[in-house]
């Protein structure tokens, strides 16, 4: 029997929800659930799929590299992993790459990679981290302990003690409270999943300069903004944040799981064997596939492509805020931009909820971040075409929910 599209009560932990729609496959930038209803994907499985559904070149890399061999554990080392190594540490200055599977292992990684040099280079009692206010790290329990929002917090306590939040982007706050006490600083550029507010150039400054003065270390969480989803290589760029740490993952392998935190000489200094590790970071068909995005993630003209298609983007939230008083303020870079619903009063409900609902019922793929912030990250390889597409069906949908 055919399964219908809408799957209830899967044998998934409540955590997710009870519902589930059942995908089938995907080409280009649209996705087909299994009674072949089509569906325009601005939302990319959360920045994953950036280079769009269906694609025969990751296929094939996987497939050759199953061949030849699928798992080596770290003990051991395989050419594709190699290579992704080193195309990631020829940007900037790092020395190495810790390999993992998923964007919170990630930032384990760089935060156990600070306290340890904290540790080991100016002793007991400066393992203290900042996070800020609205950041999203991940959920495993470091991560978690840096990750603002309490609804993901509060009951998983006691979390690893020495985390303070500071307000976003306050260069005073910052400045008065960093101290040679702190192990680390852990920063997003773009706060993904906390309302999509971008990092000012004032802000990098001052993290930059904080961080350097007093020798802690400074983690860029790159695992939503990294590999050009902003128009750069890293969003660092676009504010001339100098990170010691960069952790990334979401489009690295293209969808299979793979993340990397990328380290400096002064820590790799003072790793020592064992400190950390993990069975199948940096596995050999992930990293083939890696190594495939990267040719195109890192192509110049493929970056200026995404610049010149991030502005395009841009202007279609501007005209369609244009057409809706409920559109309150744009936010975003790049190919990761979004947009506040503010829910006009008499609306019953929540609009920026119903609007995703809606748009998922007419064939649009959305996201949210934040309380009320609709966040689009389509596939990097998108049309303006298909960019007008999606933004109609944005715009017949609000009028549709607003009675207009
Ligand atoms: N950091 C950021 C900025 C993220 O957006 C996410 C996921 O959305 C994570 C970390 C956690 O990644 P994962 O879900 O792969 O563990």
């Known amino acids: 029997m055919i399964p ?32 072949g209803k089509k569906y325009l994907d ?5 920045a994953v799929n950036t280079l769009g559904y269906g694609r025969e070149d990751l296929a094939k890399a996987a497939y050759d590299q199953m061949k030849k061999i699928i798992h080596t554990s770290n003990l051991y080392t395989s050419e594709a992993t190699l290579l992704v190594a080193d195309k990631l540490t020829s940007f900037g200055n790092f020395a190495a790459v810790h390999f993992g599977n998923s964007g919170t292992e990630a930032n384990e990684a760089a935060i156990k990679f600070a306290r340890l040099y904290a540790k080991r280079k100016k002793g007991d009692g400066h393992h203290k981290i900042i996070a800020f206010e609205s950041a ?24 690893i003690p020495g985390v303070e939040f500071l307000p976003y982007n306050d260069v005073e706050t910052l400045k008065k409270t960093v101290d040679g006490t702190y192990a680390a600083i ?18 990098a400054k001052a993290l ?18 990294g590999l050009t989803r902003t128009g750069y290589p890293f969003a660092c760029g676009l504010v001339d944040l100098n990170p010691d740490i960069i952790t990334l993952a979401k489009p690295l392998a293209g969808g299979l799981p793979l993340s990397a935190t990328l380290i400096p000489m002064k820590i790799n200094d003072i790793l020592q064997p064992g400190d950390h590790g993990s069975t199948f970071g940096g596995n050999p068909v992930a990293c083939a596939v890696a190594n495939q995005m990267l040719e195109t993630l890192f192509f110049p003209p493929f970056i200026f492509e995404v610049q010149t298609k991030g502005e395009y983007l ?48 007419n064939g649009l793929l959305i996201l949210r971040s ?19 597409e999606g933004f109609d069906i944005i715009a017949k949908t609000l009028k549709n929910k607003l009675n207009k």
Do not use: W
Not at 208 to 225: K, M, P, S
């Open 314 to 361: 841009k202007k279609k939230i501007e005209e369609l805020k244009a057409q809706f008083d409920c559109i309150g303020e744009t936010r975003g870079a790049g190919m990761l931009r979004g947009f506040e619903v503010n829910t006009p009063s008499g609306y019953e409900g929540d609009l920026s909820k119903d609007l995703i609902a809606a748009c998922k019922e």
């Open 4 to 35: 219908k599209s809408t799957v209830y009560n899967a044998p998934y932990p409540k955590s997710y929800g009870n519902e589930f729609t059942l995908f089938d496959h995907g080409k280009g930038c649209y996705i087909f659930d299994v009674e």
């Open 370 to 388: 934040g309380t009320n912030v609709i966040r689009l990250a389509p596939p990097l390889v998108i049309t303006e075409k298909e960019l007008d």
């Open 42 to 46: 601005f939302g990319s499985g959360i």
């Open 208 to 225: 930059n300069e904080v961080c350097a003065q007093q020798d802690v270390i400074l983690i860029a969480d790159e695992v939503q903004t």
């Open 136 to 159: 999203f790290h991940g959920r495993t329990m470091g991560a978690l302990s840096c990750t603002y929002n309490p609804h993901y917090r509060e009951d998983c306590g006691p979390l």
């Open 186 to 203: 852990i920063v997003e550029v773009i706060q993904g999943e906390g309302g999509l507010k971008c990092m000012t150039k004032e802000f």
